[in-house]
C-alpha cells in the first residue's frame, strides 16, 4: 500500500522560508503525476507545483519564481522549498503521487 507523509510545515513570518518534505513508501517511484496541492480556509483546492508524467515542471501563477519543487528518486522523497513566503501562502498543504495522498501539513505565514 502507498503512503504519503508530509513534514516541514509551521510557522513564519512574511518573507520567510520552509521547506516541505513527503516521504512516499509502498512503492518505487515511477513516471507518474506528483507534486502539491494547498487549501486555505473557504478557498478551493489549488495546485501548486507539479511534475507532469513526462517530468514536466509546473506552478501555478502566485508562486512563480518564489517556490521549487524537487524530489529524489532515489530515496521516494518529494520536496517543496517555499521562500519570500506570503500571507495569502497560509494554507494545508498536501502532496500526492499519482492518485495517493498525504494527510496534509499546515503552513501559516504572519504578515
Known amino acids: 500500500q502507498v503512503q504519503l507523509v508530509e513534514s516541514g510545515g509551521g510557522l513564519v513570518q512574511a518573507g520567510g522560508s520552509l521547506r516541505l518534505s513527503c516521504a512516499v513508501s509502498g512503492r518505487g517511484f515511477s513516471i507518474n503525476p506528483m507534486g502539491w496541492y494547498r487549501q486555505a480556509p473557504g478557498k478551493q483546492r489549488e495546485l501548486v507545483a507539479s511534475?507532469?508524467?513526462?517530468?514536466?515542471?509546473n506552478y501555478v501563477d502566485s508562486v512563480k519564481g518564489r517556490f521549487t519543487i524537487s524530489r529524489d528518486n532515489s530515496k521516494n522523497w518529494l520536496y517543496l522549498q517555499m521562500d519570500s513566503l506570503k500571507p495569502e501562502d497560509t494554507a494545508v498543504y498536501y502532496c500526492f503521487y499519482a492518485r495517493y495522498w498525504g494527510q496534509g501539513t499546515q503552513v501559516t505565514v504572519s504578515s
Open positions: 511534475f507532469g508524467s513526462g517530468g514536466s515542471i
